[in-house]
């Protein structure tokens, strides 16, 4: 268990942390630890979900890698007539590369041009190939932009702690864009590993009933609890018995992105030694002099030590 470390003096005053830039770190996958066996026979591919799903500097990579493939495949069909381009420096690829960016971007600056029938039907069809290429980097482009994502940060840990006598599991969430995230809902998931009574290995799959799983406006920030209660799959549960089972708490948040008016979804995911035990979060809301309501995101993943033992 550890005390939250005191804040450096030097940082910003609170009134200026509430729209301050908190990024969400990329939600974690829960079945990292899972190697796959002959997935690539069975696996469908989805060139287009990957190309929107992949991060932002390796696609414009790759468009900028297939962009100069196509021009260095037509600089070297214009190279295998010899003259095909006018004022362009026999046998040079240079030439014939610049040449074909050119014509790919219908840029034209006169200075050369096609100067055989096989040039100028190798123009057209590099014509078509350009339209076509800028149609779909322009599609994949507008697609990335338009796509409304849901923003969310988690707590980089969750908690067991005492609430109104009861243990209950808590983890946080906020909403780091400006705007509402209307309809909100969270669901939270056990899966552990278990034997059945036939004493085959199995993973388990338990929903976990939340005190508040549904809010009409998700503004700034989100303490999701789950009593543990006789009901619950995880009474009786210790930090080690869950590490023992591989346990993993899985969460959803979704709800309708009040810009777009479309579902956004959030994604998070606790192993059982990230639960932090007879510990609880550090209040990160205060009232500033002026009475205004202050949250400070410094304070968002930490924790303190609980007296109680639960």
Do not use: C
Not at 173 to 182: E, Y
Not at 189 to 212: C, N
């Amino acid at each position: 268990m550890r005390a939250s470390a005191p804040r450096p003096a030097a940082r910003p005053p609170l009134r200026l942390m509430r729209w301050r830039g908190v990024t969400p770190a990329a939600p974690p996958n829960p079945f990292r630890e899972v190697e796959r066996i002959a997935f690539s026979e069975v696996a469908q591919p989805d060139v287009y979900h990957t190309l929107l799903s992949m991060g932002w500097g390796w696609f414009f990579a790759l468009l900028g890698a297939v962009y100069i493939g196509f021009n260095v495949v037509f600089a070297l069909l214009f190279l295998l007539q010899p003259g095909s381009i006018v004022d362009a420096h026999p046998g040079s690829f240079g030439d014939a590369f610049f040449f074909s960016v050119q014509t790919m971007a219908t840029v034209g600056y006169g200075d050369m041009r096609p100067a055989s029938l096989y040039s100028n039907l190798l123009v057209v069809f590099e014509i078509m190939v350009g339209m076509a290429w800028l149609a779909v980097a322009t599609g994949l482009i507008f697609a990335r932009f338009s796509r409304p994502t849901a923003r969310v940060l988690f707590s980089r840990i969750a908690v067991v702690t005492s609430y109104e006598g009861k243990p209950t599991l808590m983890f946080r969430a906020a909403n780091t864009r400006r705007t509402q995230i209307l309809e909100a809902n969270v669901s939270v998931m056990l899966m552990r590993d278990e034997v059945t009574s036939d004493g085959h290995p199995m993973r388990r799959f338990y929903d976990l009933a939340l005190s508040r799983a549904h809010t009409p406006m998700f503004i700034l920030t989100w303490q999701v609890m789950h009593p543990i209660d006789a009901a619950s799959p995880l009474y009786g549960e210790t930090s080690q018995s869950l590490i023992d089972k591989n346990a993993t708490i899985v969460v959803t948040v979704s709800g309708v992105e009040e810009t777009f008016s479309q579902v956004v979804n959030g994604r998070w995911s606790y192993q059982a030694d990230e639960i932090r035990w007879n510990e609880r979060f550090v209040d990160i809301l205060s009232w500033a002099p002026d009475g205004r309501r202050l949250i400070n995101y410094h304070l968002f993943h930490d924790t303190i030590p609980t007296v109680d033992k639960t």
